[in-house]
């Protein structure tokens, strides 16, 4: 059933049961300067080498339920524990009482650019300069390596302050895309109490 008939041109309408978001590529082709920002107190980053996967998608939900991070929930279990012991991949924790609050995922491709895959603070942690000491971090291991960019992508479901964040931290952007998938909320991946300021419109 169409829910609006007369619809302007450019605008489209959706089933109930998905999403629609703006997607932004954004990429950094040098490191700007480092600043050498103190780890804040409390805090200590942590690498883990072929985490397991349920560890990881705790802390994954953690950091990106409410923003609506569905995609390596959607893989299965091999897929994921193979991608997470790939030497290619990076996961660090961001622990505070060694409680983990923060995950960085970072993956250097063959072509040569390295992908800051996720990024993300637990609340507790927005808004107190955690995430630019974290960013420095991450880009200082993406260029620790030889790569002719590092690159990202953020869309209007992620955090408002998410892509001025990113333009701060030196991306550039460089593209914009539609993504229009199930709400995962619907599906089962996450809870429907989750990102409560995304409607959610049932079947």
């Known amino acids: 059933m169409v829910a609006n008939p007369a619809l302007p041109e450019g605008i489209s309408d959706l089933p109930a049961g998905t999403l629609a978001s703006v997607v932004t590529y954004l990429e950094m082709k040098t490191p700007p300067p480092i600043k050498g920002l103190e780890t804040p107190p409390g805090l200590r980053l942590l690498r883990h080498d072929a985490p397991d996967v ?12 409410d923003y609506l991070w569905f995609s390596r929930l959607m893989w299965d279990y091999a ?14 924790s961001l622990q505070k009482q060694g409680v983990d609050l923060g995950l ?5 491709m063959q072509d040569g650019d390295c992908e800051l895959s996720f990024f993300g603070l637990s609340k507790e942690l927005i808004g107190a300069g955690v995430g630019r000491w974290l960013m ?10 030889e790569i002719s960019r590092f690159f990202v992508h953020t869309c209007t479901l992620d955090s408002p302050q998410a892509l001025g964040f990113y333009m701060r931290s030196g991306f550039v952007p460089y593209g914009r895309a539609v ?16 990102a409560a300021h995304v409607p959610l419109i049932q079947r």
Not at 54 to 65: A, H, I, Q
Not at 83 to 92: G, K, N, T
Not at 136 to 145: G, L, P
Request: hydrophobic share 45%; with cysteine.
């Open 54 to 65: 349920e560890w990881y998608c705790r802390l994954y939900r953690l950091v990106g339920e």
């Open 79 to 92: 897929t994921l524990a193979a991608h997470l012991a790939s030497d290619r991949v990076e996961v660090w």
């Open 104 to 108: 960085l995922e970072l993956e250097w």
């Open 136 to 145: 420095e971090h991450a880009t200082a291991r993406a260029f620790s390596r």
């Open 179 to 194: 993504e229009i998938a199930e709400d995962p909320r619907l599906t089962g991946l996450i809870p429907k109490t989750a």
